[in-house]
């Protein structure tokens, strides 16, 4: 009898174990009595994502289809150190104002010379740099800054300038030739406003 009694107990707990087992399962198979798997359960993702990501790159020239050139020349007499190269744009010859209308590229370290020229070459944009000039009429004056000279103007006496009498239309859509040009010091006495050296 007790030998009954504990095959008895040693088949309810295999039994039990095996209902836990097949409580844990992750998937929740289903299994006959034959052992077969009669789950029935199919994987309904349909899930299609894919990329309709269609920037492109719309960078566009800012500075038009122009350019403006001028060879720049310095006389027998200079002895300074050229510093930097810029050219501003007024819009009306000689200049009523003091303050330009707008600006090219600045040439630091600018190689220049007597007897060696430098063809500066340069576009006309807004102070602030942000776009080109509006169309109209402009007059570009080329300074040079050289060492002990003005940050943001011509200093008299120091530094050099010239005025360009030939008038620049905008829009343009070639190269903009204005010749060649021979910078001279800022006067020291009478006017020493941007029309200086003209």
Same mark, same amino acid.
């Given at each position: ?66 350019? /403006? ?50 063809? +500066?070459?340069? +576009? ?7 776009? /080109?000039?509006?169309?109209?009429? +402009? ?22 300038? !010239? ?34 050296? !003209?």
């Amino acid at each position: 009898m007790m030998t009954r009694k504990l095959m008895m107990l040693a088949y309810c707990i295999v039994l039990a174990a095996g209902m836990a087992a097949v409580g844990c399962s992750d998937d929740d198979d289903v299994v006959d009595d034959a052992g077969t798997d009669t789950d029935t359960d199919t994987d309904t993702d349909a899930d299609t994502d894919t990329d309709t990501d269609t920037d492109t790159d719309t960078d566009t020239d800012t500075d038009g289809d122009y350019e /403006i050139t001028v060879e720049v020349t310095l006389p027998a007499g200079f002895t300074a150190t050229p510093d930097r190269l810029v050219g501003v744009y007024f819009d009306s010859s000689p200049p009523t104002s003091m303050m330009p209308d707008g600006v090219g590229e600045t040439i630091e370290d600018v190689t220049i010379a007597p007897g060696t020229p430098y063809q +500066y070459t340069t +576009y006309a944009r807004t102070l602030d740099g942000s776009s /080109i000039l509006p169309d109209g009429d +402009y007059w570009m004056h080329v300074v040079l800054y050289v060492e002990g000279g003005g940050t943001m103007q011509p200093t008299p006496g120091v530094d050099w300038a !010239k005025s360009i009498d030939t008038m620049i239309t905008l829009p343009a859509t070639d190269t903009i030739d204005l010749g060649t040009v021979e910078l001279a010091l800022v006067p020291i006495e009478g006017d020493a406003g941007p029309d200086s050296g !003209k």
